[in-house]
């Protein structure tokens, strides 16, 4: 009969020999509130002022704003709210309207459509796959019009 001592070391002997250990977390400051760990795995990064939902976002941010400069693009916003479907009441409850919030739109100056509305999205290959997010981006274009880019 194992008693706990050893089903112990058995589960510590058998993750070592599986390669996979325990990882600390650090303890949190005194008075501090833990930060959640982000669904993707993404890091949160605060570039300009800004606080950007991952390091791929915030460095995308970087070449739009030189391009911005340089007179390529004009009128960048970030998180543009467009509304997919306005408030409805179901089932005696009123349901939010659907919205789809962007990370990037402006307005390009450069060949081959001067003018014309870019929407961009910084997207894991994980993200791409989400179900929600693939019918926001159907509705996207068949409520507005308007293509969105993947980065």
């Not at 950007?52 to 915030?58: G, L």
């Not at 916003?77 to 306005?86: G, Y």
């Not at 081959?112 to 796959?129: C, L, M």
Request: aromatic share 8%; net charge positive.
């Amino acid at each position: 009969m194992i008693n706990v001592f050893d089903e112990k070391w058995l589960e510590e002997h058998q993750r070592k020999m599986a390669g996979i250990q325990k990882k600390s977390v650090p303890a949190a400051p005194a008075g501090a509130t833990p930060l959640k760990r982000q669904k993707y795995g993404n890091k949160k990064v605060e570039f300009d002022g800004i606080l950007f939902d991952s390091t791929k976002e915030a460095v995308h941010y970087q070449e739009l704003k030189l391009l911005e400069r340089c007179g390529k693009i004009s009128d960048l916003t970030l998180q543009k709210v467009f509304e997919l479907a306005s408030a409805v009441y179901l089932h005696g409850r009123k349901k939010p309207a659907l919205r789809y919030v962007a990370d990037f739109v402006y307005v390009k100056k450069d060949d081959p459509y001067p003018g014309s509305i870019v929407i961009e999205d910084v997207k894991s290959k994980i993200t791409r796959q989400n179900r929600a997010y693939r019918i926001k981006i159907h509705l996207m274009k068949s409520v507005h019009g308007l293509d969105e880019e993947e980065i």
